[in-house]
């Protein structure tokens, strides 16, 4: 199974953003979908998880500016992210919790995409 992420950049602040992350290879089901970000000398965090019925939430500093969602057909999950700010500068990571079979489930990771917010 891959992870491809896609649609970072570099972005004035107020600006937007769209991520996207596809999912292929064996995959019987995909459970939780979600955005993580790492910043330079700061651990990675949570951004937004969306589970397989549509539930989401959000780390507070981007509730009301970051909208996840997926495309289930698609094995696909999004991060629209407007009003950017400087610190929302970061590798953004998509992650997928994939069942091969109904009973077996694991953890797969994109390999990370570059967002960078000017001032």
């Known amino acids: 199974v891959q992870l491809q992420a896609s649609g970072g950049g570099l972005v004035e602040a107020g600006g937007s953003l769209r991520l996207s992350c596809v999912a292929s290879g064996n995959i019987f089901s995909i459970d939780d979908m979600a955005w993580y970000r790492q910043a330079p000398g700061k651990e990675r965090e949570l951004v937004a998880r969306?589970?397989?019925?549509?539930?989401?939430n959000y780390e507070e500093s981007v509730k009301g500016r970051f909208t996840i969602s997926r495309d289930n057909a698609k094995n696909s999950v999004y991060l629209q992210m407007n009003n950017l700010k400087p610190e929302d500068t970061a590798v953004y990571y998509c992650?997928?919790?994939?069942?091969?079979?109904?009973?077996?489930?694991?953890?797969?990771w994109g390999q990370g995409t570059q967002v960078t917010v000017s001032s």
């Open positions: 992650y997928a919790a994939i069942r091969h079979s109904r009973n077996y489930q694991y953890d797969y």
């Open positions: 969306i589970t397989s019925g549509g539930s989401m």
